[in-house]
């Protein structure tokens, strides 16, 4: 008991903490230790005094310093890097603000989680991470009952505990990926949490107290803005991450994967050389995704290879990964787009699709066959996709005589369209562009112009809507 007297002098705490703390230790004077309440109590006033009340970490305002740590760890980013600075820059003029509650929306393995570490490497502030995928209690945020046998405080508080800093930067991983069930809504939970007007005033059931969570540099992560509680996206400012372009891996696999592997395989001594040709060979026939884990995965299958060569002969000091080496360790390409290596023949149009790992071209056929004017659409495709044909084959009928067709060759003739490829399921509008060409292309025996392609929605009056997403389509 003296030991937690002596602790909590000089204790910046405010006055409600200050006076459950002496009432605490006026509880501890007139209990005898083997008691059970004794041993609760004194869990409670440890916390109460290991807590950083108003303790801050100092914050570093040199915005030109925060970029340059920024554009070492992550390549690309800037709209992040910008809002981050656009921070910092704010925190140094006034001194003092509430702070802002980031959320990076993003598809798997373009760096969401790591970019939350160098930003607080950036400023100056403690790092903590919290996973919230699976989590469905809601005691898991603010806490248990003190009462309880094995109660404890909330992951929030805990963590300042641990960190020791009222303003650390705080991810809260996977958000997206929150449970409920009868032992409550978490995601309920964030709301006060996450609202920069209420947070300044966080209860903890374990703590008792309100706990000021204002100076907390909050930043969120998810996979997909659908699956986040509509109020509780509300209290987020959402910045959208785009998966990486073939120039973007390449780059970031020679600044960042490489010398990774390099060291953690043992070859820091060897010089390696490897180039932008193979380097895009790994990317594009290799891995089929908008971050860079399979890459990193493939670059270290070459790597132990290497590592093995270098094992077995002492005297090699030089390693030159050719595209025969990368086939040689990697096997025959996975992923081939050269489905039409030379001219599209009539009927064969390229469109433009976005997936969940990233850009993708998709090759949509048409051939034209005697019978009774049928439309047959195969492939694995969506409701959306069905009406996109079925609005560009009404396009065409109606305008028969502008495309210079016999209004019988609808009559007379089925029309058969397929997108390859039909154990992958494919919806979306953006498609109907390219199925009015593919269409117009089998009808009057026209190539469409190789190495051409399109997205876009269309309407009956043959209108190609404004597009978007155009990076997350290559």
Not at 22 to 37: A, F, N, V, W
Not at 148 to 156: D, E, N, S
């Amino acid at each position: 008991m003296r030991d937690l007297q002596k602790r909590a002098e000089g204790k910046k705490w405010s006055e409600a903490a200050a006076e459950m703390f002496q009432k605490g230790i006026e509880k501890l004077e007139r209990m005898h230790p083997s008691t059970p309440d004794y041993s609760t109590i004194y869990n409670h006033l440890d916390l109460l005094i290991d807590l950083p009340w108003n303790e801050y970490t100092q914050d570093v305002y040199d915005i030109r310093k925060a970029r340059k740590v920024l554009d070492n760890d992550h390549y690309g980013m800037d709209k992040i890097k910008d809002r981050i600075l656009e921070y910092l820059a704010v925190l140094k003029l006034k001194g003092d603000m509430k702070s802002p509650i980031l959320c990076f929306i993003g598809p798997p393995g373009i760096g969401k989680t790591s970019l939350g570490k160098s930003i607080a490497n950036a400023i100056g502030r403690k790092y903590v991470r919290f996973s919230l995928g699976g989590l469905h209690d809601e005691s898991e945020l603010r806490g248990h009952r003190k009462t309880y046998i094995g109660a404890m405080p909330g992951r929030i508080i805990q963590s300042l505990r641990k960190v020791k800093s009222s303003n650390p930067v705080f991810i809260l991983d996977e958000m997206d990926k929150l449970g409920r069930d009868f032992r409550g809504d978490p995601s309920s939970a964030l709301l006060e949490i996450l609202d920069p007007e209420q947070n300044h005033t966080f209860y903890d059931n374990y703590l008792e107290l309100e706990y000021d969570l204002s100076k907390v540099l909050f930043i969120a992560t998810a996979n997909s803005l659908n699956e986040i509680q509509p109020a509780l996206r509300d209290r987020l400012e959402i910045i959208n991450l785009n998966g990486y372009a073939v120039e973007e891996k390449t780059e970031i696999a020679k600044k960042h994967l490489l010398p990774k592997q390099k060291e953690a395989h043992g070859l820091d001594k060897y010089s390696i050389k490897l180039n932008n040709a193979v380097l895009v060979k790994l990317i594009q026939e290799y891995t089929r995704e908008s971050g860079v884990r399979e890459l990193e995965r493939q670059l270290a299958s070459i790597m132990r290879n290497l590592a093995m060569k270098a094992a077995m002969d002492d005297e090699v000091q030089h390693f030159d990964v050719t595209e025969d080496l990368v086939e040689e360790v990697l096997g025959k390409p996975k992923y081939t787009n050269d489905l039409y290596t030379k001219s599209n023949p009539p009927g064969v149009a390229i469109g433009l699709a976005w997936t969940y790992v990233g850009g993708e071209i998709l090759f949509i056929e048409s051939t034209i066959s005697p019978g009774k004017g049928g439309l047959t659409l195969t492939g694995n495709l969506g409701n959306v996709m069905k009406e996109s044909a079925t609005t560009a084959l009404a396009f065409i009928q109606s305008h028969c005589k502008e495309l210079q067709l016999e209004p019988s060759i609808f009559e007379k003739n089925n029309i058969h369209i397929h997108v390859p490829e039909g154990a992958v399921p494919k919806d979306g509008p953006s498609a109907g562009i390219t199925m009015l060409t593919t269409m117009l292309s089998v009808l009057t025996g026209k190539k469409v112009k190789p190495f051409l392609a399109m997205t876009g929605e269309i309407t009956l009056r043959g209108q190609v809507l404004p597009v978007g997403g155009i990076k997350e389509k290559f």
